[in-house]
């Protein structure tokens, strides 16, 4: 309520009276002066297509930076299109050092309060639709525009989530495990690329903030899980949008990784508890509709160091084979333990094995079987060994095997649903 | 003669039956408090039981790692029923000075309000010791977790480093509340504390100058060692 209060009395006072607004473009930032204008300015080139700039409002909502970001956007914003500032973590909030929230896989700390802003306006000013965007991107488009928001307006869409033409190795973790289980429980084969964009209705920024969702257990993970499972799970009209390629400033080394890994899938265990009764009933998957170009799969990516991830995973089993023994159950691990022995070459992580361990800890995470972030973390190793062995079965061939193998996964997770909806149930 | 005789037998035998009634209450007594202490003592053992059951206080404990540090110790029963049995004997043992007090025997006079005031030292020590353990395991998961994760080779030393670490510093603490040879403790614990902290200076100062180095660009340069340039999200 007060921050509700807080955000809105900020933009009002901004913006003064204004008239009917149908778009918001809300802008998350923290430090990214070197990024934003090139944003900003592919933003006003794309709005000038879809709608008059006079009923569309650019809101930033920014986390404290310290390099001038704000004043940037609203210098390439310029006078034609209004904008306001939030500062969001302003009220003597600021996200410790080793919270799960203390990153974002955008860079944005406390991401989700920005989020919350946007759709705090958006509720406020009853928008027809909201799109946000990451303000670290390099390879945003005024095309991006379109693709978020024409769906929204034109054929009533809830929600577009964005789909990316990634390098062929890129958002593993994507597809090794937060887009299979979630197209396995809810049955949407949504690809769950997060960050850079996405589009709203309204009514499903609305939606959102009676979610329970920005406080407590659940805020503390990834935002970006959370938009797309709520969308899906509440039987929003959801499409993804082709939005070509994805380049964004940072990179990730071995503990960033861990907590990326537990915010993201810690989102999907944490809302499988909320809609148990959505994904218990549900099988089998339906493509969801694309707008844009059509989706193609990625060129060759950097280089993957495979013998390193094989390693992580077997220094994995020597040292936290205690705690996967209170995590995982004895045929999954049972499963496990050759593989430690494996050359790294040789090694592969089978689907099936994979699928179970996953579902074994989402059935720890539901049992509380571990303090929740330790066990979250924990399967980082595990999520290595898989990586590895998904670049060791497709590196010799093209991007559409890799493609091949990721479908071949997903329906691995699909079949094999009745272990966990079997376990839950008595758990 | 036979009258005296009579009168001081008789006499005799009064007193010793009197003196017999006066002191069997006070020896029934102390049978009386070790019977109501059996009692009393198996009424709060099971109601610790249903009330930590109740609470799942043994997930709880094998959340935090306490269950597995209490097998390790070679204890095969859970963390509830410990301390049921603990409850138990601290209400039994509570009854039974009561039965000795009843005597009142000079050996044991004040011996009550000594135990009574030695009470709250001894649970606070009990709840130092429980939360130290918990703290021990949790932080020592934490940084195995996260230090296997970074790929450190000695992830184990490092945990059981600071899982004794905060051991140590528990049962120093646990020392101190119960009085036992306090100065003792903290002077030992401040020369232990202190030796391992100059053996570890010394130790990265000589030998792990490099690996410190190393971990100190990666971490304040952000420098890319082995990294693959993949992004996982």
């Known amino acids: 309520m007060t921050m509700t209060k807080t955000v809105w009395g900020q933009v009002r006072e901004q913006l003064g009276d204004i008239g009917k607004i149908e778009v918001l473009v809300g802008i998350p930032t923290f430090n990214n002066a070197k990024t934003v204008e090139p944003v900003v300015n592919a933003v006003k080139a794309g709005l000038s297509k879809v709608c008059p700039p006079a009923s569309v409002v650019v809101v930033n909502a920014d986390a404290g930076s310290q390099d001038g970001t704000p004043e940037t956007i609203k210098q390439a914003a310029g006078p034609d299109i209004r904008t306001a500032f939030v500062q969001h973590l302003a009220d003597g909030f600021f996200p410790g050092p080793i919270s799960l929230h203390a990153l974002s896989e955008s860079g944005v700390p406390g991401r989700e309060h920005a989020f919350r802003a946007f759709f705090t306006v958006a509720e406020e000013l009853q928008v027809q639709a909201c799109v946000v965007v990451d303000a670290n991107l390099r390879s945003l488009t005024s095309d991006w525009m379109e693709v978020l928001l024409r769906p929204v307006i034109e054929k009533g869409v809830d929600f577009v989530a964005p789909l990316f033409r990634r390098a062929r190795y890129e958002g593993s973790l994507t597809n090794c495990i937060i887009y299979p289980l979630s197209r396995a429980l809810y049955g949407k084969q949504m690809r769950y690329q997060s960050g850079g964009g996405y589009g709203f209705s309204g009514k499903l920024a609305s939606l959102y903030l009676t979610k329970n969702v920005w406080e407590g257990e659940g805020a503390h993970y990834g935002i970006d899980s959370w938009l797309t499972t709520v969308a899906v799970a509440e039987s929003c009209e959801v499409s993804q949008g082709f939005l070509g390629t994805k380049i964004h400033d940072g990179t990730l080394t071995g503990i960033e990784l861990s907590l990326l890994l537990a915010q993201a899938v810690g989102a999907l265990f944490h809302l499988m508890e909320a809609y148990q009764d959505v994904w218990e009933g549900s099988t089998g998957s339906s493509p969801v509709p694309q707008f844009g170009p059509p989706y193609e799969p990625g060129p060759e990516g950097g280089a993957v160091n495979v013998e390193r991830m094989v390693r992580g995973f077997q220094q994995g089993l020597r040292d936290l084979l205690p705690i996967w023994e209170i995590i995982l159950a004895p045929e999954t691990l049972a499963g496990i333990l050759p593989l430690g022995l494996v050359e790294a070459e040789e090694f592969r992580f089978p689907a099936a094995l994979w699928v179970q361990t996953i579902y074994d800890f989402a059935l720890a995470y539901h049992e509380k079987a571990l303090y929740r972030e330790h066990l979250l973390k924990s399967l980082t190793p595990l999520y290595l060994g898989r990586t590895a062995s998904l670049v060791l079965e497709t590196r010799a061939g093209t991007p559409e095997d890799v493609e091949r193998v990721i479908e071949t996964l997903c329906e691995t997770f699909e079949r094999m649903k009745p272990y966990l909806t079997q376990r839950w149930r008595f758990s | ?233």
Request: charged share 15%.
């Open chain 2, 1 to 233: 003669m036979s009258i005296l005789w009579q009168e001081a037998m008789l006499e005799a035998f009064r007193e010793t039956t009197l003196r017999i009634a006066h002191v069997l209450p006070k020896l029934l007594a102390p049978l009386t408090f070790l019977a109501l202490g059996l009692a009393a003592g198996w009424l709060v053992k099971i109601l610790f039981l249903r009330v930590l059951r109740a609470f799942r206080f043994d997930a709880l404990c094998e959340r935090f790692g306490l269950g597995s540090s209490l097998a390790k110790t070679g204890m095969q029963q859970s963390a509830s029923h410990l301390i049921g049995r603990l409850s138990f004997w601290l209400v039994f043992l509570l009854f039974a000075f009561m039965g000795i007090e009843a005597l009142d025997l000079t050996a044991t006079a004040n011996m009550m309000s000594v135990i009574i005031g030695f009470l709250p030292h001894m649970l606070a020590a009990v709840l130092l010791l429980f939360f130290g353990v918990l703290l021990a395991n949790f932080s020592a998961e934490a940084a195995l977790i996260d230090t296997v994760n970074a790929q450190i080779q000695e992830a184990r030393l490092i945990a059981n480093f600071i899982r004794w670490g905060v051991l140590i510093f528990t049962a120093a603490m646990v020392l101190t509340q119960l009085g036992i040879a306090k100065e003792i403790v903290v002077a030992a614990f401040s020369i232990t504390f202190g030796g391992i902290m100059l053996v570890l200076a010394i130790a990265v100062g000589l030998v792990g100058q490099n690996i410190a180095k190393d971990v100190l660009e990666q971490r304040l340069r952000r420098r890319k060692v082995e990294q693959d340039e993949m992004s996982h999200i």
